[in-house]
Nanobody
Framework: EVQLVESGGGSVQAGGSLKLSCAAS????????IAWFRQAPGKDREFVGS????????YADFAKGRFTLSRDNTRSDMWYLQMNNLRPEDTADYYC????????????????WGSGTQVTVSS
């Protein structure tokens, strides 16, 4: 059974940083595309960033220069979202996702999803 579990969310002031983690089990990690999405209250889920199976990274415009998605080189079952210079508009639930093919950005589509971790950024 494939499972994705996010952690690392919390509350931070504007300008601060958080590092989200996604722990995966039940599949061959390196054979999957991985991604992060977010959903703010009252809004649709939106794409944050992804890394394809061949290592190509793509980010949403709001994430470029501030967010970095990475795999753990020492552990085959973890990936991360490093978020710097956070803004109040980054407040949302953040979800990791994985797919044996391509993760679709809009509408969000992936084979497997975590249950989310909450990020709150105060001004």
């Amino acid at each position: 059974e494939v499972q994705l579990v996010e952690s690392g969310g919390g509350s931070v002031q504007a300008g601060g940083s958080l590092k989200l983690s996604c722990a995966a089990s039940g599949f061959i990690f390196n054979e999957y595309a991985i991604a992060w999405f977010r959903q703010a209250p009252g809004k649709d889920r939106e794409f944050v960033g992804s890394v394809s199976r061949n290592g190509r990274s793509v980010y949403a415009d709001f994430a470029k220069g501030r967010f970095t998605l990475s795999r753990d080189n020492t552990r085959s079952d973890m990936w991360y979202l490093q978020m710097n210079n956070l803004r109040p508009e980054d407040t949302a639930d953040y979800y990791c996702a994985a797919d044996p093919g391509d993760v679709r950005r809009n509408p969000p589509q992936a084979a497997y999803w975590g249950s989310g971790t909450q990020v709150t950024v105060s001004s």
